[in-house]
C-alpha cells in the first residue's frame, strides 16, 4: 500500500459545526503532516507529527486541533471556523527517519467550505 | 525564513514546445529541492535533487540543480496536453522533513 488515503473529499461545514477531517497510511512513514492550500497558492504547512508526538505547529489558530491517535493514523478536528478557512486541506507523510528522506506521499486532500 | 521563488507564475504553449521552468531558493541549511505536480488534487512527485549538476531524469522530464546559484530547472520536452499542471518546487532542510513549497508555475498546453 502507497498511497495516503483522506477521507471525506469534500465537506461543507457551518461556522457552528464540529467536524473531523482523517488521514491513513499503512507504509510505516513516522512522520506526518497537514498543509493547507487555497487557490492559487501554494500549500502552506500547519502541523507536523513524527512519530506520533507533535514536533511542529505553525502558529495555528486553536479552532484547528490536531491528533495523532497511532502512527498510521492523523486527524484534523474543526469547530468554530471562518469562511476564510475554506480551502484544500492536503495531509502527507514521509519516512521520518533522520537523514533519510525521499520526499512526501500526498492524499488527495479535503476541500473543505465554511459556509 | 526560507524562501523558494518560482518563475514564470504562468505559462501558455503549444503541444511539441520545449518549456523550462525555474526556481530559485533561500534556505538555512539546505538538504533537498523537490519538484511535485499538481493537477488536480494531491501533488504528485516527480524528482528529488541534493547534489549539483546531477541532471535527473524521467521521460519527457528533467531537473538539474545549482547548489552555488541556489537555483534548479525543470525541463519538459515535446509537451502534451497532459502535461498542463501547477508545477511546485519545495525545499527542504538538513533537519527535519518540512518542506517549503514556491507559488508553483500554471502551465498549459494547447493543442
Not at chain 1, 35 to 61: G, H, R, T
Not at chain 2, 72 to 95: F, K
Request: charged residues 20%; aromatic residues 10%.
Amino acid at each position: 500500500d502507497t498511497e495516503v488515503t483522506q477521507t471525506p473529499k469534500h465537506l461543507v461545514m457551518g461556522m457552528t459545526n464540529k467536524k473531523s477531517l482523517k488521514c491513513e497510511q499503512h507504509m510505516g512513514h513516522r512522520a506526518m503532516y497537514w498543509y493547507k492550500q487555497k487557490a492559487k497558492k501554494p500549500p502552506e504547512l500547519m502541523f507536523v507529527y513524527s512519530y506520533e508526538k507533535l514536533s511542529i505547529n505553525e502558529s495555528v489558530p486553536s479552532r484547528f486541533s490536531p491528533e495523532c491517535p497511532n502512527s498510521s493514523l492523523l486527524n484534523l478536528h474543526l469547530h468554530a471556523l471562518q469562511p476564510e478557512d475554506s480551502a484544500l486541506y492536503l495531509c502527507a507523510s514521509s519516512q521520518g527517519e533522520t537523514g533519510y528522506f525521499i520526499g512526501y506521499t500526498f492524499g488527495s486532500g479535503t476541500r473543505l467550505t465554511v459556509v | 525564513e526560507d524562501k523558494v521563488v518560482q518563475s514564470p507564475l504562468s505559462l501558455v504553449v503549444h503541444e511539441g514546445d520545449t518549456v523550462t521552468l525555474n526556481c530559485s531558493y533561500e534556505v538555512t541549511n539546505f538538504r533537498s529541492l523537490l519538484w511535485y505536480k499538481q493537477e488536480k488534487k494531491a501533488p504528485t512527485f516527480l524528482f528529488m535533487l541534493t547534489s549539483s549538476g546531477i541532471e535527473k531524469k524521467s521521460g519527457r522530464l528533467s531537473s538539474i540543480l545549482d547548489k552555488k546559484e541556489l537555483f534548479s530547472i525543470l525541463n519538459i520536452t515535446a509537451t502534451q496536453t497532459g502535461d498542463s499542471a501547477i508545477y511546485l518546487c519545495a525545499v527542504g532542510r538538513s533537519s527535519g522533513d518540512k518542506l517549503t513549497f514556491g507559488t508553483g508555475t500554471r502551465l498549459a498546453v494547447r493543442p
